[in-house]
């Protein structure tokens, strides 16, 4: 249920040609007290300042069965809307300093309630496994539109998304009541235990995305592996590359190894986790104090172990 990224190697654009056509001084521009007047003078600007979220009407019971899988928008369409993220985040250079906040090229904040996600392993499995966990009634961000990088391999998909409201769990769950904090552990074991629940789509115990292709994890190999079409087959890769390079002996090594191939005995249940591009994490889940838990990155990611 996660945001997990990795920084990108990019610079900063030049965007003088996306400067706002106003006659402020920046200095006032930047001023929290020159953003309030505004909106107390004209509340529909409301939606041009980052502290903007829309109202969300995805409540609904959780599914017990997962959604089908959306079919992925063509390829000509995909690079079609990565060509307007590439200017939609040079503007977010922009506006991050109109509105005095600091700019992100990996999550950048847009007006209107918007964030473009870009960031290092983002990729088709991930935006429709956003998709399908929204339809199975899961709160998480709406996608608008995606887009597709062929010459950024690292990162070749980016997300046009809603933003949630709340904070990151991490830096409230020591301040709220306990009542509040068993509110929150139930909540999310209420969503955790509804998804492995659900059927694998791929039958059996195919260990794949939800497109059926190759989990990612930073915990593999090259970060990616398989589609494998059980346990026995998962296990074997994961223990291939062992050596005895980072071992203080021989004897630590075997030791080790042993350890590790004792997980080839006891067979687990092949169920889908919770996140589409990491773990299950404090910094993943959004905390919104009288209203329900937003999570804006879970989604349904792999099916492993």
């Not at 400067?19 to 600007?45: D, G, K, N, V, Y």
């Amino acid at each position: 249920m996660n945001l997990v990224t990795e920084p990108l190697s990019l610079t900063h654009p030049a965007v003088d040609s996306f400067a706002l056509p106003l006659s402020f001084p920046a200095h006032i521009l930047s001023s929290m007290s020159f953003q309030h007047t505004i909106m107390e003078r004209w509340p529909i600007l409301r939606c041009f300042m980052p502290e903007f979220t829309w109202s969300d009407n995805n409540v609904r019971p959780i599914l017990k069965r997962i959604p089908p899988t959306p079919r992925p928008t063509p390829p000509r369409l995909r690079r079609f809307w990565g060509s307007l993220h590439k200017y939609l985040r040079w503007f977010s250079w922009s506006y991050c300093s109109w509105v005095g906040i600091e700019y992100d090229n990996q999550i950048a904040q847009l007006p209107f309630g918007l964030i473009l996600k870009w960031s290092d392993g983002t990729r088709l499995e991930e935006v429709l496994a956003m998709q399908v966990a929204r339809r199975a009634g899961f709160p998480v961000p709406r996608v608008i539109c995606y887009g597709e990088h062929p010459n950024t391999p690292q990162a070749p998909v980016s997300i046009l998304m809603t933003c949630v409201p709340g904070q990151e769990l991490g830096q409230v769950y020591e301040t709220p009541s306990n009542e509040e904090q068993k509110s929150v552990l139930q909540e999310l074991k209420a969503y955790v235990e509804v998804m492995r629940g659900w059927s694998n789509p791929w039958g059996g115990n195919r260990i794949c995305s939800l497109l059926g292709t190759a989990i990612r994890s930073v915990r593999v190999p090259n970060h990616y592996a398989g589609p494998f079409e059980c346990e026995e087959e998962f296990n074997d890769y994961l223990i291939q590359p062992s050596w005895p390079g980072g071992f203080p002996s021989e004897e630590a090594y075997k030791d080790a190894l042993d350890l590790a191939k004792g997980m080839r005995k006891p067979s687990h249940k092949i169920v889908f986790t919770h996140g589409t591009h990491g773990d299950l994490k404090p910094h993943n889940i959004l905390v919104n104090r009288g209203a329900d838990h937003r999570l804006p990155g879970l989604g349904i990611g792999r099916l492993v172990p």
